[in-house]
Nanobody, 123 residues
Framework: QVQLVESGGGSVQAGGSLRLSCAASGYTFSRYSMAWFRQAPGKEREGVAVIDNGGSTYYVNSVKGRFTISKDNAKNTLYLQMNSLKPEDTAMYYC?????????????????WGQGTQVTVAS
């Protein structure tokens, strides 16, 4: 069955960096778009970055220039490099796979989800 396992979260000071990873298995990794979402306490899950099966990338305005999404098809792994982190980036981060249709930043557009990894940024 499909499995997505995130890792790399942690606690950092504002201005610091983290690199999240999402190891995927159980489906044809290179065939589908993937994304990173985040959810802060009391807030809705929001799309942060998307990479399509051609390698094109998309970012929400709040992370443009600071976050970079990438993937390694040989390793079936998705990444999110996060630089210049801010306290407002604090959230649980999830990877999502197998984009189907619709708004690429809408959680309902993705078929598979990981369990999440916590990112905490202290001011």
């Amino acid at each position: 069955q499909v499995q997505l396992v995130e890792s790399g979260g942690g606690s950092v000071q504002a201005g610091g960096s983290l690199r999240l990873s999402c190891a995927a298995s159980g489906y044809t990794f290179s065939r589908y778009s993937m994304a990173w979402f985040r959810q802060a306490p009391g807030k809705e899950r929001e799309g942060v970055a998307v990479i399509d099966n051609g390698g094109s990338t998309y970012y929400v305005n709040s992370v443009k220039g600071r976050f970079t999404i990438s993937k390694d098809n040989a390793k079936n792994t998705l990444y999110l490099q996060m630089n210049s982190l801010k306290p407002e980036d604090t959230a649980m981060y999830y990877c999502a796979a197998a984009y189907r249709s619709g708004d690429r930043y809408n959680p309902s557009a993705y078929a598979y989800w990981g369990q999440g990894t916590q990112v905490t940024v202290a001011s």
